[in-house]
């Protein structure tokens, strides 16, 4: 199986930067090529897709909402997602999940990953 473990969510002001780590174990994640991903959501509302990347880290894919202001990245051998958050906004508040899916092919929906962690807080003040 694959355990994934966030970390890095914090309080912060409008304007600042978080990063977001999601660390992996399993046998399975050692052993297939695994696209991930990061998910947020916020209180009432759906879990929304944030970013995604590829195993090899050549494809990557940014909701419309953090383009330009997030950064999705990987470290294999380490067995690490990143999400770098910049110029974060209110609106950004919500609890963050990374979900990793028994494919390199990138998903946009909660139902493309099978894998899920437990997910970290940001909550960003104006």
């Known amino acids: 199986q694959v355990q994934l473990v966030e970390s890095g969510g914090g309080l912060v002001q409008a304007g600042g930067s978080l990063r977001l780590s999601c660390a992996a174990s399993?046998?399975?994640?050692?052993?297939?090529?695994?696209?991930s991903a990061w998910f947020r959501q916020a209180p009432g509302k759906e879990r929304e897709f944030v970013a995604a990347?590829?195993?090899?880290?050549?494809?990557?894919n940014y909701a419309d909402s953090v383009k330009g202001r997030f950064t999705i990245s990987r470290d294999n051998a380490n067995k690490m997602v990143y999400l770098q958050m910049n110029s974060l906004k209110p609106e950004d508040t919500a609890v963050y999940y990374c979900?990793?899916?028994?494919?390199?092919?990138?998903?946009?929906?909660?139902?493309?990953?099978?894998?899920w962690g437990r997910g970290t807080q940001v909550t960003v003040s104006s």
């Open positions: 979900a990793c899916r028994l494919s390199n092919v990138i998903g946009v929906t909660p139902q493309h990953y099978g894998y």
């Open positions: 399993g046998r399975i994640f050692s052993n297939y090529a695994m696209a």
């Open positions: 990347i590829s195993w090899g880290g050549g494809s990557t």
